[in-house]
């Protein structure tokens, strides 16, 4: 490949060798150095998805933004050039659920904030008794208001070709708000493309016969009933305002009034639906409750997918497929049921796709990007077309979070995130070798820390046989 | 072994339900003892099922064109039976255990569609159920009475028509005699049976103002008051509210003698009635008292002497209530117990006399009165639901199996389809088995060559998007 006027983008590269948090400092000083803001890829196969690929086509990046997409395109002289021969452009993959950039400290971690006296020891288990001690629930976080930059997986999901994610808090029957951010940013405001994307809902139970909600049962009910209070808000609170003498003050209520915004704003539900039974009754739950909604987890969908796509209802693929538990005991008792599903859960998007129902991915707490592909290979291997399969990761992805009008295909006036890799995503060989995220450019090439230094210097050969390396997908 | 049997079992039915599927064409049994509770016993009778009703019953049917045929000669067929008091096909805790009064939570929330029990209780000729809330609290969750369709979806399970319920718990449970909250934790009230009765009274006013503002509210709407502030929706006091207007069924999990005199009180003060009393181990001593009421009496047929509150327990029981007018059923309780309620509802011949037609009634008639749908299933009756269960052998005997049991005239379990499916079902398992493992060793390989290397993995990097979000939508809720 040849790159021009490399000089300067040699801190990206050597930066992502010795592994890193002189990230915040390498990005500043490009900030400080101007950035160049003009790019063009030229000669290389693009898959813009929203339309056919083009041989031998260019795209134009300017300012954040793509510019041009062509075989016949204009390329701007303050461009800096990416000779795309060999190499295939894609629009920037979204990885649609993730706690990517919120700081989720492990328990050492933990221990040592509060040996600092950095953090206050976690409180002990609220009492709830009922809906009204409002258990577990923090709807008015927004996660775009607590992402940080320095969380190392940033850069590891940039490197693999993640440009995007659907990031939310966790823990908690309406745990906060979900933000589709960009990965990368010299500050985490940079990052953020919609602050309050989705309203994620859980109805794990408390995990207590003696706090409310213990069962599940209960915890659907707390919803529904929150869900009620919401909307008694979005009535009661105006009649008071218009007429403040006239009637008591309805209780100031965070969760209500969060809630009964998002509810205004139509913004997407989340519902929990991982088995056929859970798909089903989050379905009816939608339905009774009124809500826009999707559904995350949707692993047995292969079951229910007529069912799913008569109610129009989109559905985020939690890619970590289930498995039998590693430490399992081998004589123990293996239900058919679950060996079924274990069998078939990777048959589920090509059973959406066939079905017409829209889907993204996720991670769903997979450790390493090269294992969400892999997954994602294992669906294409039980019947996923590869267009689906890629259009799942970018515009339909972005279609269900509602950014489709700026992201998830290769158009212009669309963000400039791009992923160019030395050959077809599908296949197990091919590396990324370029990240595009807001037009700023990331070059992939070395080797995550900690891998074998079996480094065969990446020179991409047009069929592509290099070796594994970080931007292995 | 056993456990993989019935995991194994678990399939079978399905096939049956598909082969079963042409519900329109007619079906007849044939030439079988049939037990029709309300009339009878018919020996060598036939009955016609048509589009899942029973369309005529008795000794000399014509079959028509293309009918389905069971031949049930030596068999006896007795209607479905109704198990007034289960907790099976829930998914989760069936308590929601920290409010005092958990009437928001609600049963058919969580039906789970794929509980084995299902097709075990099927297996004991059990057709029908009420599926009850626990008894941790004085008021608990909404009920609903489904039919063990097996291999259908949660909503098609639902009893049609079945008004709904709502569990109530007196005396030990309720407050909390046998367990407590973990440290940290206060104890709840209600600790005493004064209390249990207070929070039902305290919850019951709540349901009539509330009633009462939302009726006034909407009467001011009406008449197109302006500005008017709406009242509150609260999922506790609605179903109460029904209640308190009939559209809801009482089921009141109690003990002794006191507690249900205490009910019947709460109730005649507040106007509402109490359906079923479940349990109800004192109940031979106010049988009276309870006919009286008009409530249905739902009890175990020897089960006694598990707590203080379970000594006075006698086996006779269900036949004493009954002798005294009350309308008494066997319940299980139990997903074991359901599987034999046929032997259970025995035990009143042994104790108490009865005769094998009342015994019989106390698992089916009975319990469908109690359940308001006896109109569709509990007899053998032409119109009503072809809900049936053919037994080997006359099924008050010990020795009696469970052939077949048919819902709305369709085979969900068939002892000899079912047995001859599992060696099917165990290939199949086996097969799914060996795949696994072979993909664990191919996964294996792979990763053995980093390992050679100088650098041990060390770093088990970090949990990337795990957390409740998505580990509740990859495991059970």
Redesign the interface.
Same mark, same amino acid.
Request: proline share 12%; glycine share 12%; no cysteine.
């Given at each position: 490949m040849t790159v021009r006027w490399m000089r300067s983008r040699i801190w990206p590269a050597f930066m992502a060798a010795c592994g890193c948090f002189v990230l915040g400092w390498a990005c500043r000083i490009h900030a400080e150095g101007g950035e160049p803001r003009y790019f063009a890829i030229t000669n290389a196969r693009v898959v813009p998805v929203s339309g056919p690929p083009i041989d031998g086509g260019t795209v134009v990046i300017a300012n954040g933004l793509i510019q041009a997409v062509g075989s016949d395109v204009a390329i701007p002289p303050e461009a800096w050039v990416i000779d795309g021969k060999g190499l295939t452009v894609y629009p920037g993959f979204i990885d649609a659920g993730t706690d990517l950039g919120l700081a989720k400290p492990d328990g050492a971690d933990e221990a040592a904030a509060r040996a600092r006296g950095r953090q206050p020891a976690p409180p002990p288990a609220e009492i709830s008794m009922g809906p009204e001690d409002r258990p577990a629930t923090t709807p008015w976080r927004v996660a775009a208001d607590e992402i940080k930059t320095d969380d190392k997986r940033i850069e590891s999901w940039r490197n693999a070709g993640f440009t995007t994610t659907l990031t939310s808090p966790e823990a908690g029957f309406f745990p906060g708000q979900g933000s589709v951010i960009d990965l990368a940013g010299d500050r985490p405001g940079d990052m953020i493309v919609k602050p309050a994307a989705t309203l994620p809902v859980s109805f794990k139970p408390r995990g207590s016969f003696f706090l409310f909600p213990g069962s599940l049962m209960g915890s659907i009910a707390y919803v529904r009933q929150v869900f009620d209070d919401a909307s008694w808000y979005s009535q009661a609170q105006p009649v008071y305002d218009a007429n403040p003498n006239q009637f008591e003050r309805p209780a100031y209520d965070h969760t209500q009034e969060t809630i009964s915004h998002t509810r205004e704003r139509d913004e997407l539900v989340l519902l929990p639906a991982n088995n056929s039974i859970q798909i089903l009754r989050a379905l009816r739950l939608a339905d009774e409750w009124k809500i826009r909604a999707a559904l995350y987890g949707g692993q047995e969908g292969y079951a229910v997918s007529e069912a799913i796509a008569a109610k129009k209802t989109s559905v985020l693929v939690n890619l970590k497929w289930p498995e039998r538990a590693k430490e399992s005991d081998p004589e123990e008792e293996q239900p058919l049921r679950e060996l079924r599903f274990r069998d078939r859960a990777s048959s589920t998007p090509g059973a959406l796709a066939k079905a017409g129902v829209k889907f993204g991915f996720y991670s769903g707490g997979l450790k390493e990007p090269k294992e969400i592909f892999k997954a994602a290979r294992k669906a294409i291997d039980a019947g996923l077309a590869t267009d689906a399969a890629l259009r799942a990761f970018t515009l339909d992805a972005a279609d269900i979070l509602g950014v489709s009008g700026r992201l998830g295909s290769i158009q212009p006036g669309k963000i400039a995130n791009l992923v160019i890799a030395d050959g077809d995503l599908w296949n197990e060989k091919t590396k990324v070798k370029h990240v595009f995220v807001d037009g700023r450019w990331f070059e992939v090439h070395e080797p995550p820390p900690g891998e074998k230094p079996e480094e065969k210097k990446p020179e991409r050969a047009a069929g592509s046989s290099s070796t594994a390396g970080g931007g292995g997908l | 072994m056993k456990? /993989?049997i019935f995991? $194994?079992i $678990?399939?079978a039915a399905i096939s049956v339900n598909s082969a079963a599927a042409q519900n329109s064409s007619a079906t007849v049994i044939q030439n079988a003892t049939i037990l029709t509770i309300t009339h009878g016993t018919i020996e060598h009778g036939s009955i016609l099922i048509q589009s899942g009703k029973i369309a005529a019953v008795g000794a000399d049917l014509k079959v028509p064109e293309g009918a389905t045929v069971i031949d049930a000669t030596g068999q006896f067929v007795m209607p479905g039976i109704i198990d007034c008091h289960s907790h099976i096909a829930?998914? @989760?805790?069936?308590? &929601?255990? %920290?409010?005092a009064v958990?009437s928001?939570?609600?049963?058919g929330?969580?039906l789970? #569609? +794929?509980d084995v029990n299902i097709y075990r209780d099927l297996a004991g000729g059990v057709t029908a159920a009420n599926i009850l809330?626990g008894s %941790?609290n004085p008021i608990g @969750?909404q009920t609903i009475v489904i039919k063990l369709r097996w291999g259908k979806?949660? /909503?098609e399970l639902p009893f049609e028509g079945a008004l709904p319920g709502i569990k109530f718990a007196l005396g030990e449970n309720p407050k909390h005699s046998n367990f407590g *909250? *973990?440290p @940290?934790? =206060?104890p709840?009230y209600p600790a005493t049976r004064m209390g249990v009765e207070e929070v039902i009274r305290q919850a019951f006013t709540e349901a009539r103002e509330y009633k009462k503002r939302w009726d006034d509210y909407n009467r001011r709407k009406a008449a197109g008051e302006n #500005?008017?502030? *709406?009242p509150?929706?609260? &999922? !506790?006091l609605e179903p109460l509210v029904e209640v308190l207007e009939g559209k809801r069924y009482v089921h009141a999990h109690c003990y002794r003698a006191d507690e249900i005199l205490m009910l019947l009180r709460v109730a005649k003060e507040f106007g509402f009635k109490v359906r079923t009393f479940q349990h109800v181990l004192e109940g031979y001593k106010i049988a009276d008292e309870i006919a009286a009421s008009g409530a249905g009496a739902s009890t175990f047929s020897d089960w006694w002497a598990y707590k203080m509150e379970a000594y006075d327990a006698i086996p006779y029981n269900a036949a004493l209530m009954a002798e005294r007018g009350v309308n008494v059923s066997v319940n299980s309780d139990s997903a074991e117990e359901a599987r034999h309620l046929n032997q259970e509802a025995a035990k009143s011949m042994k104790f108490g006399g009865m005769s094998p037609n009342d015994a019989l009634k106390l698992i089916t008639l009975n319990p469908a009165i109690q359940l308001g749908i006896e109109s569709r299933a509990g007899s053998i009756d032409v119109g009503k639901d072809a809900d049936l269960v053919i037994y080997n052998h006359d099924p008050l005997s010990v020795y009696a199996v469970v052939q077949k049991t048919l819902i709305d005239g369709q085979v969900y379990f068939d002892r000899q389809r079912d047995l001859a499916r599992c060696p099917e079902?165990e290939k +199949?398992?086996q097969a799914?088995?060996e795949? +696994?493992k072979k993909a664990?060793e191919a996964e294996k390989k792979p990763e053995e060559k *980093?390992a050679k !290397?100088p +650098?041990p993995k060390k770093?088990p #990097?970090? =949990? %990337?998007?795990?957390?409740?979000? /998505? /580990?509740? %939508? =990859?495991? =059970?809720?």
């Open positions: - | 456990r /993989s995991s $194994l $678990l399939f829930v998914d @989760g805790s069936v308590n &929601e255990g %920290a409010p958990s928001m939570v609600n049963i929330d969580v789970n #569609p +794929e809330h %941790a @969750g979806p949660a /909503s *909250p *973990p @940290g934790v =206060a709840r #500005p008017l502030m *709406p509150r929706r609260d &999922e !506790k079902l +199949e398992k799914l088995l795949k +696994e664990a *980093p !290397k +650098e770093k #990097p970090k =949990a %990337a998007g795990g957390g409740d979000g /998505s /580990s509740d %939508a =990859a495991g =059970a809720q």
